[in-house]
């Protein structure tokens, strides 16, 4: 497995310390502290407690992002190897930091996508058991993905996003 890291030319994202404040927070405080915000994404979240570890399933290589460098002031750009394909994974951070967008090219897919931000995260599962949309083969690109709102009401700023991607062209 190769996986390289670069950022992206003339990006105009900010940086993650950017303060995590946006429309729809009274919203956001209603639906609760454990609860995600309605969101774009191609599948509902898993919230999963704590800070979770890198873990992939069977078959994906992983990779993590996070503030040491890795996520913004700049977006970033990853290379990856799975098994006999190579392709690229590009990450775009919303200016607030608060919202993860990517898409791949090459022969790859992403079958995960954890993201992290205050005391919890929010895991996207691309897989043939995914809701409302089945992605058995993975999936090329989406966005819109959150970590969940803290204890304070509040969308937190992500702090790292870890990615496991496989062979194939997703959906």
């Known amino acids: 497995m190769r996986v ?27 639906i609760g502290v454990s609860a995600s915000p309605a969101a774009a994404a191609a599948v509902e ?10 873990a992939c399933p069977a078959g994906a290589v992983g990779f993590r992002l ?16 799975v098994g006999d394909e190579t392709g690229t994974v590009s990450v775009d951070i919303s200016e607030d930091g608060t919202e993860v967008s990517f898409d791949t090219t090459g022969n790859i897919a992403v079958r995960q996508v954890t993201v992290k931000g205050g ?9 043939a058991n995914s809701t409302p949309t089945s992605f ?14 803290n204890p304070g009401g509040q969308l937190p700023t992500i702090s790292h996003v870890d990615f496991c991607v496989i062979e194939g062209n997703g959906s």
């Open 119 to 127: 005391p919890n995260a929010n895991r996207y599962i691309y897989d």
């Open 66 to 81: 996070d503030g040491e460098g890795d996520l913004p002031p700049e977006d970033a750009e990853v290379d990856v190897n």
């Open 45 to 54: 979240p898993d919230f999963v407690l704590n800070n979770p570890p890198l």
């Open 4 to 30: 390289t890291t670069r950022a992206k030319n003339g990006t105009r994202r900010a940086g993650l310390g950017a303060k995590a404040v946006g429309l729809g927070l009274a919203t956001m405080v209603a």
């Open 136 to 149: 058995p083969d993975g999936i090329a690109s989406d966005s819109e993905l959150v970590s969940p709102i």
